[in-house]
């Protein structure tokens, strides 16, 4: 099969005419282009990350008993999500120390881990004043998430919460200085 | 005698060929052309790891000023949904409006103007500013938009895209129809992040 290797294109030997010792080899650089044209198109139009989602189950709310479960106040850790990615924490309802915090792994999930030590069958209750955007809840839910919390639940900022924030309304007066709880 | 370094300068591309096209085959495979939203929103990030599933969405696309606008993932559905939409509500949508509605990524029109708004032409359509699904208490024609489209596709999931500034208060509006209209189960669609 020496006869077509690349470097022979004109006739052989033997005197045949030369149109029929054409090189059957067709240029394939132009097919390459096309290809790697298609291939780039194809490259940039495809999305490979898959949107991921976060599952969210609500409780039902045309039910017969309309009374939410009732919990032990000592037992409750509030969490406020509140304007300028601020998060306010206390537990119970009766004169609790409302503590500030943020949503940095040093802030929330610190005091998500404390607490949970040392309340047992602790019930977390995410309340997210008017001021909070999406992305708070969706980073609470997160760090709910992380730190393997079950018992949450996301409920109404209330009047009651509200008396208990009165302090920090404005933001940036009369604020207490954040951390420091064991 | 042949010198030896007298080879011709031409390559083989034939390889290189099979190559490409094989790339071209798998990219072609793998693409999906995503419908692109009608409003841009940018989701907030988490750890979570469940993959959206890729058919049977309703998706309920929220603006960073609040603004519901609705989606489902399959044209038949959306055409379906028209129908039913049409049926209950006598919007008196022709065929053709209809297939307007089915190829639209996004709506956000109150029931009442939506059949002026299918009349328009191609380009004004894109060009309009939808208002979004009026979803306030006393008008909340999201419950009957989800409610449809319970019925229209049993089987969808309803999926909240909203944008990381929402202010709360629009998505707690959302949730509470949702749960009004006894879908206690939907996602939230986030962005992928590193747990640190």
Known sequence: MGEVSAGKKRGGEKGKPAAKKLST???????????????????????????????LIL??????????????EKKVL???????????????????QVNETDYTSTG??????????LIEKMVVLIKPDENSTYENLVDILDELEITGMTRFALVDYTNEDKAIMAPFATPGANVQPAGGQS | MRKKTHSSPLVDM???????????????MTTQFNPSDLVPVSVPKATSEIKMP???????????????????????????????????????????????????TGIGIPFGNLKQFLGLSETDIKNVSQPGIPKEIGQNELFNWLI??????????????????????????????????SIVRFSLITDVKSKT
């Open chain 1, 25 to 55: 080899r067709v240029d394939m650089t132009p097919v390459v282009d096309l290809a790697f044209l298609l291939l780039t198109f194809f490259m940039l139009a495809t999305t490979f990350i898959k949107p991921q989602v976060m599952e």
């Open chain 1, 78 to 96: 509030n969490i406020i999500l509140s304007g300028g990615n601020k998060i306010y924490w206390f537990v119970g309802l009766t004169a609790p």
């Open chain 2, 148 to 181: 449809y489209s319970r019925i229209t596709n049993p089987d969808a999931r309803v999926v909240i895209k909203a944008d990381r500034k929402t202010p709360y208060p629009a998505i707690k509006r959302v949730m509470d129809t949702l749960q009004e209209a």
């Open chain 2, 14 to 28: 034939t390889p290189m060929v099979d190559l490409g096209f094989l790339l071209v085959t798998f990219f072609m």
């Open chain 1, 108 to 117: 929330i999930r610190k005091v998500l881990q404390e607490q949970n030590e």
């Open chain 2, 54 to 104: 890729e058919s049977n969405n309703t998706v309920l696309l929220i603006s960073p000023e609040g603004n519901v606008y609705f989606r489902m993932s399959e044209v038949k559905n959306m055409k379906n949904l028209a129908k039913n939409l049409n049926n209950k509500y006598m919007l008196g949508l022709t065929d053709e409006e209809i297939a307007k509605f089915a190829s639209l």
């Open chain 1, 59 to 72: 409780p039902e709310k045309n039910v017969e008993d309309k009374s939410q479960p009732k919990v032990n």
